[in-house]
């Protein structure tokens, strides 16, 4: 499977959430923080999320402990889109876990921290998010089995699609990962 993605400076979040509100379908809201681990020997990157979702069906937040590892792409069409091959799964310790991937030479590098708002729109999933030290972002996000040029142009095209309904411009799309942004903010 393979996530395809874009994410664009806002500058209003208030006013893109009601936007997004006019259109699209609010699913809830979370709270993500990231720890990214590196391996020297082959250059991997892991990252344990601790994550606490807030959705409109239930009044309890559901807490989760991810770990995820990505083959990251970038591909340039008329903005940028980042193409991840992703694995992910959960896992009950983060304690003993941590401990296994120091062990198998893995150092912590990066910690990230995201307040989140999602909504569904079609098949994409919109967040808008507020990264400290990087300030408001929105991003989407499309699922999908294959990476052909037809579909990307496709899911790019909605992407644009979408930004343009929010009333922001292609020159705010950002090319840079947030671990690229993070690290020149430091």
Same mark, same amino acid.
């Given at each position: 499977m393979y996530e395809i993605e874009i994410k664009a400076h806002v500058n209003d979040r208030h006013k893109v959430q009601t936007i997004?509100?006019?259109?699209?379908?609010?699913?809830?809201s979370c709270h993500k923080k990231d720890v990214y681990f590196k391996n020297n020997c082959n250059n991997l990157q892991i990252r344990i999320r601790d994550q606490e979702n807030f959705s409109v069906q239930s009044t309890e937040p559901q807490k989760t402990i991810l770990v995820t590892y990505k083959r990251k792409e970038r591909l340039k069409t008329d903005g940028t889109? *980042? /193409?991840?091959?992703?694995?992910?799964?959960t896992i009950n310790n983060r304690e003993s876990f941590m401990v296994f991937l120091q062990d198998a030479g893995f150092v912590p590098v990066l910690e990230k921290e995201?307040?989140?708002?999602?909504?569904?729109?079609?098949?994409?999933?919109? *967040? /808008?998010c507020t990264i400290p030290l990087l300030g408001d972002f929105i991003e989407m996000e499309v699922l999908s089995e294959t990476k052909d040029k037809k579909?990307?142009?496709?899911?790019?095209n909605q992407f644009l699609l979408i930004l343009k309904k929010c009333n922001i411009s292609e020159t705010e799309i950002e090319d840079k990962f947030y671990s690229e942004l993070l690290a020149e903010k430091k």
């Open positions: 997004l509100d006019s259109f699209a379908v609010y699913v809830g889109m *980042e /193409v991840n091959q992703e694995e992910e799964f995201k307040k989140v708002s999602t909504w569904k729109y079609e098949h994409v999933l919109i *967040e /808008v579909t990307l142009e496709t899911i790019h």
